[in-house]
């Protein structure tokens, strides 16, 4: 692994790192040079998987438990990063949730967990994590290319999520600019994981570059929203889609 060291010296916080496009963000930032508190929330092994690759490679990472829906544990996990790494720079907000269902039979107890983890999730993340970052601080969350074209049913609630979290990043880039804080939203559209098997008949259609997107194209433009580089991009929500929302 060569670390080309745009983030040499910076801790980084991805919430919702173990698989897909969240491990992708964390083996970039590693590779990258930052130091990575990781966090999963169902199976430990992928998560622990990884954790020892970094380390194999020479990183400094660790994957910590944390259910993205529960804001307690969000702040948890922040505040255990923090007491192992010293500081905190970069916060990545990647973890989410879908339940696929017409509008009309969606159930309050689905409608909750999902606004729990990809909105009131992300809120707490947020806030917990703003006073304790450095000046120069950067926040991305992963949101999708569902907040400005659903093209597709039983989307309707994730769909509000995902806006949701475009106009929260568009208040807080106002609130925290002062401080030299950025915050951007990333979007992408569908992408080579493991929750688009068996769907890419349907999906290639819609997308005019005639290919899913790669975790780690996501993550390269999460690393550069990062850096120094893009100290002057904030409250902007970035599309990368292929594009399917054009």
Same mark, same amino acid.
Do not use: W
């Given at each position: 692994? !060569? ?11 991805? @919430? ?6 969240? +491990?992708?963000?964390?083996?970039? &930032?590693?590779?990258? *040079? ?15 998987? $990884? ?17 993205s ?5 969000? +702040? ?5 990063? /923090? ?5 905190? !720079?970069? @916060?990545?907000? =990647?973890?989410?949730?879908?339940? %696929? ?13 999902? @606004? +729990?983890? %990809? ?11 703003a ?9 991305i969350?992963?949101?999708? %290319? ?7 049913p039983?989307? #309707? ?17 106002? !609130? &925290? ?6 915050? =951007? %939203?990333?979007?992408?559209g569908?992408? +080579?994981t493991?929750?688009?098997? *068996? #769907?890419?008949?349907?999906? $290639?259609?819609? /997308?005019? $570059?005639g290919?899913? *997107?790669?975790?780690?194209? /996501?993550?390269?433009?999460? #690393? ?8 002057? /991009?904030t409250?902007? #929500?970035?599309?990368?889609?292929? *594009?399917?929302?054009?």
């Open positions: 692994m !060569d670390f080309e060291g745009v983030h040499d010296g910076k801790v980084a916080v991805v @919430l919702g790192g173990s698989r897909g496009i969240g +491990a992708a963000i964390v083996e970039r &930032l590693a590779m990258d *040079g930052a130091t990575v508190a990781f966090t999963y929330a169902a199976s430990s092994e992928p998560a622990q998987t $990884l954790e020892a690759r970094l380390k194999g490679a020479g990183c400094e990472a660790v994957a910590l438990e944390a259910d829906g529960d804001v307690d544990q969000v +702040a948890a996990a922040i505040e255990a990063a /923090i007491a192992i790494f010293g500081r905190l !720079d970069i @916060l990545v907000v =990647n973890a989410g949730i879908l339940r %696929n269902a017409p509008i009309d039979q969606v159930s309050l107890e689905d409608f909750d967990r999902v @606004l +729990a983890v %990809n909105v009131r999730g992300v809120f707490a993340a947020l806030r917990h994590a006073p304790r970052m450095t000046a120069g601080g950067r926040i969350t992963i949101g999708s %290319n569902i907040a400005m074209r659903v093209g597709f039983q989307a #309707s609630v994730y769909a509000m999520t995902k806006a949701a979290v475009a106009a929260l990043v568009r208040g807080a880039a106002i !609130d &925290l600019g002062p401080r030299g804080i950025t915050v =951007n %939203n990333i979007q992408p569908p992408t +080579a493991d929750l688009t098997e *068996g #769907s890419h008949e349907m999906i $290639l259609p819609l /997308i005019p $570059l290919r899913l *997107g790669r975790p780690g194209e /996501i993550a390269g433009l999460v #690393s550069y929203l990062a850096g120094e580089e893009a100290g002057f /991009i409250g902007a #929500s970035l599309t990368i889609d292929g *594009g399917a929302s054009a």
